[in-house]
């Protein structure tokens, strides 16, 4: 499996952007798949999921409200909406895919990051 994400940027604080991930390989339609960030000098930390079928999705506190995570199948690609960007959402956005959950964070692949930098 492999994942591409792209869709990130410099945006002013609270502006909008929408990340995608596109997937190649395995069957995209039964794997969990999320959203980490790391900014400089801190540990990667979760931002989002979503669950295969996209009936259940969970959020970091701080994002709550304001990023929205979703999935097209048929594309094989997951999204993350995110609304009222603060300077501290500031980070390079992963997403992941889990199959057997072994790997990094309960994540088993994992893409190449896209920067999102927020402007104050």
């Known amino acids: 499996v492999q994942l591409q994400a792209f869709g990130g940027g410099l945006v002013q604080a609270g502006g909008s952007l929408r990340l995608s991930c596109a997937a190649s390989g395995g069957t995209f339609s039964t794997y969990g798949l999320a959203w980490f960030r790391q900014a400089p000098g801190k540990e990667r930390e979760f931002v989002a999921s979503?669950?295969?079928?996209?009936?259940?999705?969970y959020y970091m506190g701080s994002v709550k409200g304001r990023f929205t995570i979703s999935r097209d199948n048929r594309k094989n690609t997951v999204y993350l909406r995110m609304n009222s960007l603060k300077p501290e959402d500031t980070a390079v956005y992963y997403c992941?895919?889990?199959?057997?959950?072994?790997?990094?964070?309960?994540?088993?692949?994992w893409g190449q990051g896209t920067q999102v930098t927020v402007s104050s």
């Open positions: 979503i669950s295969v079928n996209g009936g259940n999705t």
């Open positions: 992941a895919l889990r199959t057997l959950g072994l790997g990094r964070l309960g994540f088993d692949y």
